[in-house]
């Protein structure tokens, strides 16, 4: 009956996550005022810590001279949150309109669909991770670590916002409403405030000092931070890599689990 | 209102009452909405005040025995903010569907109606600031200039949500919208780390010194926390009390305009 | 005659609420079947579990002969979906929609490069689509929908609710390419609507359904006639009423009338008016007017659930 030939399998579920990631490009484009609290937030971030704090490098053992170059992958990482939060609300908004069964009316796995939307997410954290260091080197940050640190930095806020994307479209996918997305999101700025954003972790005192050891978003901030504030060292890469790694893999089976609930 | 003075004001004062009432009980009833603005703040001072106690010992750093001390006025001025806002989107909520019309149509006085959705956030942040003074004193803060200071703290508090509340109805009255009201509370948010709130300015430098320095809020919050780690002092609670009442007042007044504003054109 | 679509005893609980209460359905291939209802009746509640959205509480379905439950996969592949309120994305545009539903029914590029233009054309979207969809009207949106339905090109269509808030042009225009897909390409389509003349219009066999269960189910015409026989009134000179009248009650039971008419009910249906003619011209009569009153699928609804349906309402 059907004249096409209806590829499937895995060069069709690719091509299903490119076009999905694709659409969230082609809806930026089309409003890019979506983008503002994206950018906003983190830049403000990195302009009033670096303010607010710029004395505490005076104090004997904080990780740096330069308070920027200490608070821009802090700010950036806080901006990917929002990226992969954004991501997730997209989702929750297809969800509440019903764009979403369109996307659930086509054959084969719901993998896809997933892949497609923390891609999207990844990609749209290089936005804000940009805008903070552009803000960041008007203030003067510094990079000895060279092009492998700017890499880590971008490695790292794509890895987050994946992260939180997932946990947020998990949260979408159950409660089925936009909303609940304030909750991923608060999660995802308290639990970048019990870590090592804004001083290193030899300063933090008692539970605080335990929570940010125990913390995994710690070893995200060593990763993505090192090239700012000294050389490249594969004793602060793997452990984020890791740590990234075991997020997205338990974020991605909670939210397949919740996607195919939904949606059997 | 052409009654006669005394009766006009004593009615006006009782549907100031009925309306504050309202509020409190659309607030007690949202207790969940009402958390987040307290809970945000505690965390907020907790985690500075455990990553930051080496910066007590900073030279120019005031002399405390914990940055709870410090960052008191801070975590009450945040936690305010949480309710002011709100306040305003609640007002624009009641333009939005209409209950502020029906409260027009009906005899009752301009300012109560303004008034009433304030002093109802008022009271509220007064509990929260209660809440959160009992709080500090449990985790060992110390509030220097004893009980006196304390209540300057639910004053200024109260007195803060007026300001913050009237600028928040202002811009209900100019958009009637709920969303744009909502925008001011990251405006308000983003002026508190852009004061003394957090850190001492005279640690600070370049432009953002000269912000934060300017900042009224700085200009509220440090004779308040002078209260807090140096004692009383007659001349900071005036200071403390005098200046946010008096930008109440303005934008109350603000308020006022706007809502006539609003009226005047059909 | 294949049955494409087939459910017996579907079943769908949200909580306490039983949105579906055993519906059986059997819908041959080609057919157009309407399946009319006031809104919350259950309607969208069967169009989902059928296109596998939803899972039944009980009871089951096949459609294009797989499983709902266990072939969803399958039938996702068959069958072309237009869900309410044409759920399309404002910020994107027509053509941009149209190659991202190419891709998730994996249809090949040159394949959907050819058909994409030709469906738009279709549709008569050809000068709209590098337009957002934010700015199309109400019954753009709904003929774009279509298209979006057809990129794969579909053995069953499923339309919820294809014309709701739309002109009556719109409407017309839609109805119009329905019927095309359904004679030239032989699609078989399962319509939801709550307007009577819809399913009147486009479905030759319609099923009605009031709080999750079936009412009635047939042809227009056959769910009419339960109602009753549709009123024949004719009008007369004075003279020749009482031979009217003889001849007239020949086919069915007179019904009260106004002075200088006839009027009867006719037992066999509408097709017995051509014959009433016949004789009345034999008889020497002369037909000054005549009228015909069928009933409407709407007093169909009201005798089945003693309520009206759609914008009668206000006139209870």
Same mark, same amino acid.
């Given at each position: ?27 930026? /484009? ?12 983190? &830049?403000?971030?990195? &302009? ?9 490098? +005076? ?29 997730? !609300? ?15 009316? *086509? ?139 075991? !997020? ?17 | !209102? ?51 106690? +080496? ?11 914990? %940055? ?16 002011? *806002? ?30 009433? /959705? ?23 803060? /110390? ?46 948010? &983003? ?6 709130? %957090? %850190? ?67 | ?60 379905? /096949? ?28 910020? !994107? ?47 753009? +949106? ?10 794969? #090109? ?38 939801? *609507? ?15 359904? @009031? ?5 009635? #189910? ?27 009248? @003889? ?5 069915? #039971? ?50 089945? *659930? ?11």
């Amino acid at each position: 009956m059907s004249t096409a030939t209806v590829a499937t399998g895995a060069g069709h579920g690719l091509n299903v996550s490119l076009a999905i990631c694709v659409r969230g490009m082609q809806r930026l /484009r089309a409003r890019p005022v979506l983008l503002i609290p994206t950018v906003v937030m983190p &830049v403000f971030f990195v &302009v009033s810590f670096t303010g607010a704090f710029s004395s505490l490098t +005076r104090i004997e053992g904080y990780g740096t001279s330069n308070i920027f170059n200490w608070m821009a992958p802090y700010a950036a990482l806080q901006g990917a949150v929002f990226a992969g939060v954004g991501g997730a !609300m997209s989702a929750a908004d297809d969800i509440e309109n019903g764009f979403f069964d369109r996307l659930l009316l *086509t054959p084969g796995s719901r993998l896809p669909i997933l892949v497609g939307t923390i891609g999207y997410s990844a990609v749209r954290s290089f936005i804000p991770t940009t805008g903070v260091l552009l803000v960041a080197a008007l203030g003067g940050l510094e990079l000895p670590g060279g092009v492998p640190g700017l890499v880590s930095l971008y490695v790292a806020t794509a890895g987050m916002a994946v992260v939180f994307c997932l946990m947020g479209l998990t949260v979408a996918y159950r409660l089925r409403s936009l909303r609940s997305m304030m909750i991923v999101q608060v999660i995802g700025f308290s639990s970048m405030f019990l870590s090592i954003g804004q001083v290193p972790i030899d300063f933090l005192d008692g539970w605080l000092h335990d929570a940010a050891r125990l913390n995994p978003l710690t070893n995200v901030l060593r990763l993505s931070r090192q090239g700012f504030v000294g050389e490249m060292s594969w004793d602060l890469t793997w452990p984020g890599l890791v740590a990234l790694l075991a !997020m997205t893999v338990v974020g991605g089976l909670a939210a397949l689990r919740a996607l195919t609930r939904l949606a059997p | !209102m052409t009654g006669s003075g005394m009766s006009g004001v004593l009615t006006a004062g009782s549907q100031t009452w009925e309306l504050t009432r309202r509020s409190v009980v659309g607030e007690r009833r949202q207790l969940l909405s009402v958390m987040p603005g307290l809970i945000f703040p505690l965390l907020l001072a907790a985690v500075y005040t455990k990553q930051f106690s +080496r910066v007590l010992d900073m030279p120019g750093f005031p002399e405390v025995d914990s %940055f709870l001390d410090f960052i008191l006025p801070a975590c009450i001025v945040q936690a305010v903010s949480f309710g002011a *806002t709100a306040a305003g989107s609640e007002l624009a909520l009641d333009i939005e569907n209409g209950f502020l019309d029906r409260l027009l149509a009906s005899p009752v006085a301009r300012w109560p109606i303004l008034l009433g /959705r304030l002093a109802g956030a008022a009271v509220v942040a007064s509990v929260k600031t209660i809440v959160i003074l009992a709080l500090f004193l449990l985790f060992g803060a /110390r509030v220097a200039g004893g009980p006196a200071a304390m209540l300057v703290l639910v004053v200024v508090a109260a007195l803060l949500v007026l300001v913050i509340g009237g600028l928040a109805q202002v811009m209900a009255f100019r958009t009637g919208s709920q969303e744009a009201v909502g925008a001011t509370f990251p405006l308000i948010f &983003v002026s508190i780390f852009m004061s003394s709130a %957090f %850190f001492p300015t005279n640690l600070m430098t370049g432009w953002f010194k000269v912000v934060a320095e300017n900042n009224p809020l700085s200009w509220i919050i440090n004779p308040v926390r002078r209260l807090v780690i140096n004692g009383w002092s007659s001349a900071d609670a005036i200071q403390a009390l005098g200046l946010p009442a008096a930008l109440a007042a303005v934008t109350i007044s603000a308020a006022v305009m706007a809502l006539n504003r609003r009226l005047a054109t059909p | 005659m294949t049955v494409v679509i087939e459910a017996s005893g579907l079943v769908r609980h949200f909580g306490d609420i039983v949105a579906v209460d055993g519906v059986d359905l059997s819908i041959d291939e080609g057919e157009v079947f309407g399946f009319l209802g006031p809104n919350g009746a259950g309607k969208s509640t069967v169009v989902r579990m059928l296109t596998t959205l939803l899972h039944p509480t009980s009871g089951s379905a /096949r459609v294009g002969g797989c499983d709902i439950r266990t072939q969803a996969g399958d039938i996702r592949r068959m069958i072309g979906v237009a869900l309410q309120d044409a759920a399309i994305d404002p910020l !994107m545009t027509g053509s941009e929609l149209i190659r991202l539903q190419a891709v998730l029914h994996g249809i090949p590029r040159s394949v959907i490069r050819r058909r994409g233009p030709e469906l738009l054309e279709r549709v008569g979207l050809t000068a709209a689509v590098d337009r957002r969809v934010g700015t199309y009207s109400g019954g753009m +949106r709904r003929r774009l929908d279509l298209a979006l339905s057809l990129v794969h #090109e579909p053995q069953i269509l499923f339309l919820d609710e294809p014309t709701t808030g739309l002109d009556p042009t719109s409407r017309q225009a839609l109805w119009a390419e329905v019927r095309r897909l359904n004679t030239d390409l032989g699609t078989t389509v399962f319509l939801t *609507t709550q307007y009577l003349e819809e399913a009147d219009q486009l479905a030759g066999r319609v099923a009605i359904i @009031d709080e999750g269960r079936l009412v009635r #189910e047939g042809t227009p015409t056959e769910l009419k006639a339960t109602v009753g026989a549709p009123t024949l009134r004719v009008e007369v000179d004075q003279e020749h009423v009482a031979t009217t009248r @003889d001849v007239m009650t020949g086919f069915g #039971e007179e019904r009260p009338s106004r002075e200088g008419r006839v009027a009867i009910g006719l037992s066999e249906g509408a097709a017995q008016v051509a014959a009433v003619v016949r004789a009345l011209d034999t008889a020497g009569v002369t037909v000054i007017h005549l009228e015909l009153d069928a009933p409407s699928l709407d007093d169909v609804f009201a005798h089945a *659930t003693g309520r009206r349906l759609e914008g009668s309402g206000d006139e209870q």
